[in-house]
């Protein structure tokens, strides 16, 4: 199964990690202009909103993909509540799934049988505890695709779905 998700993966979509100039309390002014998901949304034309004050208050929230009827989402990132390059790019990663997802007219790409087999008992865990029934599929399927993919196959599939 675990195959299989490669395998999709690929077919939706070495890299290394990007280049964030930084978070707050890693050091360093906090820019992401140089990673590939991110330019890759941005050039699709949807928002992307860094640390906003009263989003980001909440510091369990890590990003989030808000979509809106009849208006263009936000893709927030809260940069300052993540503890390492490593867990921002792959929230990074996880929201922009969530755009393609969008993108794509709300379908996911792999099956619920297919996303619980290939994910972890921790992803599923947090599913249970933090999201309503309705969200487990996309949820689970952002976090075993940012897991999975890395930035330039991410960014690739928002290019094919989101331009």
């Not at 299989?4 to 820019?31: E, F, R, V």
């Not at 921002?88 to 990663?93: A, E, N, Q, S, V």
Request: aromatic share 8%; charged share 20%.
């Amino acid at each position: 199964m675990k195959l299989q998700l490669a395998a999709l993966i690929g077919a939706l979509a070495i890299t290394n990690p990007a280049y964030a100039q930084g978070t707050s309390h890693l050091g360093g002014k906090a820019t992401l202009a140089r990673n590939p998901v991110i330019q890759a949304i941005m050039a699709s034309g949807i928002d992307v909103v860094m640390n906003d004050p009263k989003e980001c208050a909440d510091k369990e929230l890590m990003g989030s993909f808000i979509s809106y009827p009849q208006h263009k989402p936000d893709f927030l990132v809260c940069m300052n509540n993540h503890e390492s390059y490593s867990e921002l790019y792959d929230t990074i990663r996880h929201e922009a799934h969530h755009a393609v997802v969008w993108c794509n007219g709300g379908e996911t790409f792999l099956s619920w049988e297919e996303n619980l087999e290939a994910g972890t008992p921790e992803d599923v865990g947090m599913l249970y505890k933090h999201y309503e029934q309705r969200h487990h599929h996309e949820e689970l399927e952002a976090r075993n695709v940012a897991r999975v993919l890395t930035s330039e196959q991410v960014a690739k599939n928002v290019r094919t779905f989101c331009m």
